[in-house]
């Protein structure tokens, strides 16, 4: 399943402005990338989670580049997130969060 950019802004709060810098960033990758005026881009289900984390990330003050890493570093863990479990993730040397869904 894919979702539309429209779809993305909705489900995570993202403005388009902020997910097209997180594109260029390569922070956040869409399946399709439209070029140019009036092409939507095509999202994953994996892509709409590292979204979703990272604006909840950056509005408690993380930076975005690090919020990625982190959101990224989540994806393989979100089963584990689904259920309601604490996931540990390392963010530097000897710096981890915890987080929960």
Request: hydrophobic fraction near 40%; proline fraction near 3%.
């Amino acid at each position: 399943m894919s979702y539309t950019s429209k779809e993305v802004e909705e489900l995570t709060g993202a403005s388009y402005r902020q997910l097209d810098h997180w594109v260029r960033r390569n922070w956040v990758r869409p399946i399709y990338n439209g070029r140019g005026k009036g092409h939507d881009r095509e999202w994953p289900r994996d892509e709409l989670f590292v979204a979703r984390f990272m604006v909840r990330l950056t509005q408690v003050g993380i930076a975005a580049s690090q919020a990625a890493k982190v959101a990224r570093a989540l994806v393989p863990k979100q089963q584990e997130l689904t259920e309601g479990r604490f996931v540990n993730v390392r963010v530097g040397d000897g710096v981890w969060i915890r987080v929960t869904q």
